[in-house]
């Protein structure tokens, strides 16, 4: 798939009632942000991958609640339950669901990509890397001090720039009273056993 043809189904998937969402600037910087980090880093990471992985990591975010629920249950029905708490992460897991079953993207890796976008995991693709990385810290949206920090690590070095992102999400959770999910957690302790 062409760049501009990614381009045009994200927009049209985020324009909702003739107004383009905010999430497709967003996902621009993450596309640009994930290019980024494959140079500085070289990484060499097929362009195609990154541009789809980031271009449809957020496909599945303007789907209402229950729409991700019917995803979840029929492809996870084991996790479900589990994943009843967390809804900030239904729309990562419904993502590669969404982008097979409307788009037609069949590459594991960028599917996986686009499920771990949210929650991280232990022991990263380098894929998995720049697209949870850019989530947070691309330069169109994301304009918080933590985030321009993050952002300055990342083009030093990923694996702390991964750590940064999880120890910064778990903040927020804890903050915000939320519950940590699982693989969030186990994949902060893998990058801070990693730091040290
Ligand atoms: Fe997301
Ligand atoms: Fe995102």
Same mark, same amino acid.
């Given at each position: 798939?062409?760049?501009?043809?990614?381009?045009n189904q994200?927009k049209m998937?985020?324009?909702?009632?003739g107004?383009?969402?905010?999430?497709y600037y967003?996902?621009?910087g993450?596309i640009?942000m994930?290019?980024t980090l494959?140079?500085?880093?070289?990484l060499?990471?097929?362009?195609?991958?990154?541009?789809?992985?980031a271009?449809f990591? +957020?496909?599945?975010k303007?789907?209402?609640?229950?729409q991700m629920?019917?995803?979840?249950?029929?492809?996870y029905?084991? =996790?479900?339950e589990?994943l009843?708490?967390?809804?900030?992460?239904?729309?990562s897991?419904?993502g590669?669901?969404?982008?097979?079953?409307?788009y037609?993207?069949?590459? =594991?890796k960028?599917l996986q990509?686009?499920?771990?976008?949210?929650?991280?995991?232990?022991?990263?693709?380098n894929l998995?890397?720049?697209?949870?990385?850019?989530d947070?810290?691309?330069?169109?949206?994301?304009?918080?001090?933590?985030m321009? =920090?993050t952002?300055?690590i990342?083009l030093?070095?990923? +694996?702390?720039?991964v750590c940064k992102?999880l120890?910064?999400?778990?903040m927020?959770?804890?903050?915000?009273?939320k519950?940590i999910? +699982?693989l969030?957690q186990?994949?902060? +302790?893998y990058?801070?056993?990693k730091e040290?």
């Open positions: 798939m062409t760049m501009k043809k990614i381009l994200i998937e985020f324009t909702v009632a107004i383009v969402h905010p999430r967003h996902t621009i993450v640009e994930a290019l494959n140079n500085v880093h070289q060499h990471i097929e362009k195609e991958k990154i541009i789809l992985a271009g990591h +957020d496909i599945a303007l789907l209402d609640k229950s629920l019917d995803i979840l249950v029929k492809n029905p084991n =996790e479900v589990n009843l708490d967390y809804p900030q992460i239904w729309h897991f419904a590669p669901i969404y982008a097979k079953e409307k037609y993207i069949d590459d =594991e960028v990509a686009i499920k771990y976008h949210t929650t991280g995991r232990p022991n990263m693709t998995e890397k720049i697209i949870f990385v850019s947070y810290i691309e330069k169109i949206t994301r304009k918080e001090a933590s321009i =920090e952002r300055k990342a030093k070095d990923l +694996d702390s720039a992102t120890g910064d999400t778990i927020y959770l804890k903050q915000t009273h519950k999910y +699982d969030t186990a994949a902060y +302790d990058y801070l056993a040290n």
